[in-house]
């Protein structure tokens, strides 16, 4: 991921389109998780692992519609196609690579050294403790005055 430009990342996630719907693992039929993962394990500097509750709500929501009432996460909606799917999963893999490709290569290769974690792995930490920090401080912000 972190060696190639943007377009030919994209290509080369596009050429995954065959083996992603050949993957069948979702009985349910969400397969942008459980296909991100299984990529994720198959290359691991390649895909980052994709969830709805972190990574789709990160790069499809902002802060402010991430919680209900009750301060508990909204649910986070996957497209219903196949072809939506696939689409969703490309999106989020780009605006992964943006993302990494922004941040400074000498905090991913010390996240690599200390953690072992794969940019791709280390982008998604990086997305898991951003949405849980800020939605605690949403939580923190809505507590009734008492």
Not at 9 to 23: F, I
Not at 65 to 77: E, H, I
Request: glycine share 2%; with cysteine.
């Amino acid at each position: 991921m972190s060696e190639m430009a943007e377009s030919q990342y994209s290509v080369a996630v596009l050429n995954l389109q065959t083996h992603y719907k050949q993957l069948e693992l979702s009985e349910s039929g969400a397969t942008i998780v459980v296909n991100s993962k299984a990529f994720h394990h198959l290359f691991p500097e390649f895909i980052p692992p994709i969830d709805r509750q972190y990574t789709i709500r990160f790069f499809t929501q902002s802060p402010e519609k991430w919680l209900d009432p009750s301060g508990k996460f909204k649910p986070v909606q996957l497209p219903k196609t196949f072809d939506e799917q696939f689409n969703s999963f490309h999106s989020t893999c780009l605006a992964v690579k943006r993302l990494a490709d922004q941040v400074d290569t000498s905090l991913l290769r010390r996240e690599q050294e200390q953690s072992r974690a794969s940019t791709p792995k280390a982008m998604d930490n990086a997305i898991v403790n951003y949405v849980r920090i800020t939605a605690s401080e949403l939580r923190q912000t809505k507590l009734p005055l008492s």
